[in-house]
């Protein structure tokens, strides 16, 4: 027992783990009773090396146990040659699928010591499949390509994997194994088309270029991956078709998917065109995505000479790619497709397309090089590296953020290789996180060794996340940094890139003022304060941000009207830089509303909240209401009062816009909000006033109660609503009721006074219009003045008027006894007649017709458009006096839930209200967007420009979208609701 537990303890000093492993070495004979046999300590030292010796181990012995006759000589190779021996098992303890290939194929071993020139590759593989000269077909030339094809890529992994065995060997830089795995490539296409040839009938008529895309276009190849291809041809296009068919075919079978789907019209398009026909094209219809790929291009295999015309052809094209109208936009929206198609549950360990992986890298690059490689052919390199290295030394990219960013690069793409050469297969992402395994080999084969305090599983980790926050930081950076060193006037020996370069690069983001944007760019980031070092770290984020929000000019401008005005706020920047989602949404706030810029500067509270949406959209307006009359009323005289109360509503009116402009409210939840908070300062005021009047008088000779009517009484404020109300007052004790009348006229008169002050704040406007008499009457009536007008003088517009009536502030008592006493006016016994109906009728008639503004398209108007606001309110209000005094439902201030009642109470079809229901919510939504989008109250939606844009994106549009499809779902949306108010209103 002790004898067989002693030899595996001490072969574990070498990293063995398996139960097998001593018997492995014995039979190779390395081992002899508890240690190395003579001159085997450099063999199983090498083996620790490996990133997984067990592996190495058994794939070695499976060697062994393949071929007898090969053993002997490889064994004292693995022995004596520390060159081979590191390549060997380099490949054995990384590669599952290479090692494979050694076993089925043993003196395939013999590639390690005399390995072929790249520049031999074509030659080897032609050998392959023409032996003797006699080209090979079908099934035979698939397999000997694959032979000869997996033969060459040993020959790659072992020189890539040899330094992490054997540290003498030379290690090889990314840049030469990528090159290697495209040559090797290239002459795989090569002789798949030789095969092709000689497969095909007539061959001879037709010529083919074999265009490379892609990371082969760029000779940046992975161990495993698709190669892009574009067929050119001439000569007789059907038998280039079938010559371009079998070579994929062939080259399919053996060595690695070649995929056409770059070429014009993609897979729907014919598979080998002309040059002419490429031409027209790409003149014609290419998509800018396609001049991106383009970029890539070259000639892989096939006539030479067709391919150079093919390249000198779209190369004028790809370099003018740039002045195409949102060019820029266009690339990044794909960079933003691709993301989001990305699982959640995988998006972190996404090496190529997740954020701070390779594509961010590759779109950056591609980005700076088809916008400055116009006028720089230093720029114009289909390599990523050799193009970034290119952006550092032109000054269009700081040196040291190239050389981050190369690093960088290069970490990920080394992970990439190692992933795949595990199994040969296409993957690219990273090991779990409870993968300690997989975690330890990868980092292993990567060249991490364990430092003391943590494992290889935990410095990959670290090493990984590292780079990718790198990635990610430099791809938003990388784009602007250059341009905040021109405008700043930094001296910098790496950067030389002009004002006017930055303001071409502006231009290209989609900023309409560029020179504007400098302006703002270096009031903010100019001087050595610690405040401007921190606009500098941020504001290559805001860019990029705001380059994706409707309006990028102006959302700059209101940033740098934001920062200025908190400057001395001490957490502002730190909150912006610590916490991106603040970052992010301001963005998104600033490009979008001028309303909420406006608010921010006096509320910069709210900033706080844009990181969590709980705290944006939670709050109960109740409890809010309640917090800013408790507020208003420490507060020791009226002017303060008053003052606090219009703070918290423009904290909780900036508050609601920027949850409403981001998506966290519904409309309901907005209209509620609003009212709430308008009722709220109104009672403030109230009660401010009239503690003012008391002290002036010497006492209260009335009690006062305001009604709220309109939007205000049915709780569906607007940003940019009045507050229509009723004034009513009772006299108290033994007081006249004049002089009751004279103290509340006076208590109202300042409450409209100081709440209508003017303000950089939204209008504060209370509107007694709707009071008896309109304006020609008193500003406040008697409760006994009220019930007797509607009594004897009320018409039927007032009883309409009186359906959205609801106690607000003042006394609950008085309030609650009007409320009593015009139920009868605004619910009459009976309903209407037929007299009273054809006068609601005229007059939402002559409202329509005089008070739509000249010039004012109807279906766009939110209020007194077709199937707006208007059309559905006077329909609700028109069934509720006629049948809301048999039906107690309809008794409510609410148009949403009177809507409802219309349906219970079979008044109208549930697909009627429904119609008229969404287009009171789209109508609703579409009027507060316009006022958050203009910053000013508005009721005629924008037909084109920035504007739409703006308001369409606040409905989930996004900049990319076609605007124009929101106002076709509006008018859609309004027009059948306007059909339901024709039946229904009208008895049409």
């Not at 499949?129 to 790659?156: K, N």
């Not at 939204?762 to 008499?773: C, H």
């Not at 106690?807 to 009273?836: H, M, N, S």
């Not at 606001?869 to 949403?896: F, G, K, M, N, Y």
Request: charged share 25%.
């Amino acid at each position: 027992m002790v004898d067989s537990v002693r030899p595996a303890a001490s072969v574990a000093r070498f990293g063995f783990t398996s139960e097998h492993a001593v018997d492995e070495l014995q039979a190779a004979g390395w081992w002899a009773g508890h240690g190395p046999t003579g001159g085997a300590e450099a063999v199983l030292t090498a083996f620790s090396h490996t990133p997984d010796p067990d592996l190495a181990l058994r794939t070695v012995d499976r060697i062994r146990q393949a071929d007898a006759q090969v053993w002997p000589e490889l064994a004292a190779a693995i022995r004596d040659d520390s060159t081979v021996r590191g390549r060997l098992l380099g490949i054995a303890g990384t590669s599952t699928a290479l090692g494979d290939f050694l076993v089925s194929a043993p003196h395939e071993w013999q590639r390690l010591v005399r390995p072929t020139t790249v520049a031999d590759y074509p030659a080897a593989l032609q050998r392959a499949v023409a032996p003797d000269g006699q080209v090979l077909s079908g099934t035979e030339a698939e397999q000997a390509l694959r032979r000869g094809y997996r033969g060459l890529l040993l020959e790659i992994a072992a020189d890539d994997l040899g330094h992490l065995v054997e540290p003498r060997i030379t290690t090889p830089s990314f840049t030469d194994t990528a090159h290697a795995l495209t040559a090797l490539a290239d002459a795989a296409l090569q002789a798949g088309l030789t095969v092709a040839q000689h497969e095909t009938r007539d061959a001879e008529t037709a010529t083919l270029a074999v265009i490379a895309m892609g990371k082969c276009g760029g000779r940046e190849l992975n161990y495993v991956s698709d190669v892009d291809v574009v067929f050119v041809g001439d000569g007789d296009l059907q038998v280039g078709t079938r010559l371009a068919t079998a070579m994929m075919r062939v080259v399919g079978k053996a060595c690695f998917e070649v995929d056409a789907a770059l070429r014009p019209e993609g897979k729907a398009g014919a598979l080998v065109r002309t040059l002419d026909s490429h031409e027209a094209y790409y003149k014609k219809w290419a998509r800018t995505w396609e001049f991106q790929a383009l970029l890539k291009a070259r000639p892989a295999a096939g006539d030479d000479e067709l391919g150079r015309r093919y390249t000198e052809l779209v190369a004028p094209m790809v370099w003018s790619a740039a002045e195409r109208d949102n060019f820029v936009v266009d690339v990044q929206h794909m960079r933003r497709r691709v993301e989001k198609h990305i699982p959640a549950e995988i998006a972190d360990r996404e090496l190529k397309l997740g954020q701070g992986g390779l594509r961010d890298v590759e779109f950056a690059v591609q980005l700076l090089q088809l916008v400055h490689g116009r006028v720089d052919p230093q720029l114009r390199s289909a390599s990523t590296l050799e193009a970034l290295e290119a952006l550092g030394a032109g000054g269009y990219v700081g040196r040291s953020d190239a050389a981050e960013m190369q690093e960088s690069y290069e970490f990920l793409r080394l992970l990439e290789h190692r992933l795949q050469l595990r199994a040969l297969r296409r993957t690219h992402l990273f090991p779990e996180p409870d993968d300690t395994a997989a975690l330890r080999w990868l980092a292993r084969a990567v060249g991490i060794r364990p430092a003391r305090a943590k494992s290889e599983a935990e410095l990959l980790t670290q090493e990984f996340r590292k780079h990718v926050r790198h990635v990610r930081t430099l791809h938003e950076k990388l784009f602007y940094r250059p341009l905040l060193e021109a405008v700043a006037r930094v001296p910098s020996a790496d950067l030389r890139l002009t004002a006017k370069q930055a303001e071409q690069r502006l231009t290209a983001l989609g900023f309409a003022s560029p020179d504007g944007a400098l302006q703002h760019i270096r009031a903010l980031t100019t001087g050595v304060s610690r405040r401007a070092a921190i606009q500098q770290t941020l504001l290559p984020v805001l860019l990029d941000l705001l380059a994706d929000t409707p309006e990028p000019d102006g959302g700059l401008l209101a940033y740098r009207r934001v920062s200025e005005a908190l400057s001395d706020t001490p957490w502002y920047l730190r909150v912006l830089r610590d916490e991106a989602a603040v970052a992010e949404n301001l963005a998104t706030l600033l490009g979008t509303s001028r309303l909420v810029p406006d608010l921010l500067v006096r509320a910069p509270e709210v900033l706080r909240m844009l990181g969590d949406a709980e705290r944006l959209c939670g709050k109960d307006p109740a409890e809010t209401a309640t917090s800013l009359r408790a507020a208003a009323r420490r507060q020791p005289g009226m002017n303060a009062a008053v003052a606090t109360a219009r703070s918290l509503r423009r904290h909780e009116m900036l508050r609601v816009a920027c949850a409403d402009i981001l998506g966290l409210l519904d409309v309901p939840s907005v209209c509620d909000a609003l009212s709430s908070v308008w009722a709220a300062v109104l009672q403030a005021a109230l009660e401010a006033a009239t503690r003012y009047q008391q002290a002036q008088v010497g006492g209260q000779p009335a009690k006062i109660a305001v009604i709220g009517m309109g939007r205000l009484g049915g709780g569906e404020l607007g940003y940019g609503s009045d507050a229509d109300v009723l004034f009513v007052c009772e006299r108290v004790g033994d007081a006249t009721d004049h002089e009751a009348l004279k103290f509340a006229t006076t208590v109202a008169e300042t409450v409209r006074s100081v709440l209508g002050a003017p303000s950089q704040d939204p209008a504060l406007e209370v509107d007694a219009d709707l009071r008896p008499e309109g304006r020609s009457g008193p500003l406040v009536r008697t409760f006994e003045s009220y019930r007797a007008y509607y009594e004897r003088w009320g018409e039927v517009w007032e009883s309409q008027a009186l359906l959205r009536a609801r106690f607000l502030a003042g006394d609950c008592e008085l309030g609650d006894r009007f409320i009593e006493a015009i139920d009868p006016v605004r619910y009459p016994e009976g309903g209407l007649d037929a007299t009273k109906v054809r006068e609601v009728r005229r007059i939402k008639a002559r409202v329509d017709t005089e008070r739509m503004p000249r010039g004012a398209d109807p279906t766009m108007h939110t209020k007194l458009g077709r199937g707006g606001l208007a059309d559905v309110e006077w329909t609700v209000q028109l069934a509720q006096l006629r049948h809301a005094h048999e039906v107690p439902a309809l008794r409510t201030t609410s148009t949403p839930a009177a809507l409802e009642a219309m349906a219970q109470a079979g008044l109208a079809e549930q697909e009627e209200v429904d119609a008229l229901r969404d287009a009171w919510l789209l109508a609703t939504r579409a009027r507060n967007a316009a006022m958050l989008v203009r910053g000013k109250a508005v009721d005629q939606l924008p037909t084109s420009g920035r504007e739409l844009t703006a308001v369409a994106s606040i409905f989930g549009y996004g900049v990319d979208d076609d605007a124009g499809e929101f106002l076709d779902a509006y008018r859609k949306t309004t027009r059948q609701a306007h059909a339901v108010v024709e039946r229904l209103f009208y008895d049409a």
